[in-house]
């Protein structure tokens, strides 16, 4: 997850802290459904 909280740190200027927290959230949230759904069953 080093990386990827790399990648979300160089958008942080474009963000207000609020906003940066939800989108941060979403960005997570999205990652880990499209993981969940590539995975073997």
């Not at 609020?18 to 759904?37: E, N």
């Amino acid at each position: 997850m080093t990386g990827f909280g790399a990648l979300l740190g160089l958008t942080r200027a474009g963000f207000t802290a609020p906003s940066f927290a939800i989108f941060t959230d979403l960005m997570a949230g999205w990652v880990c459904a499209l993981a969940g759904a590539r995975s073997p069953r």
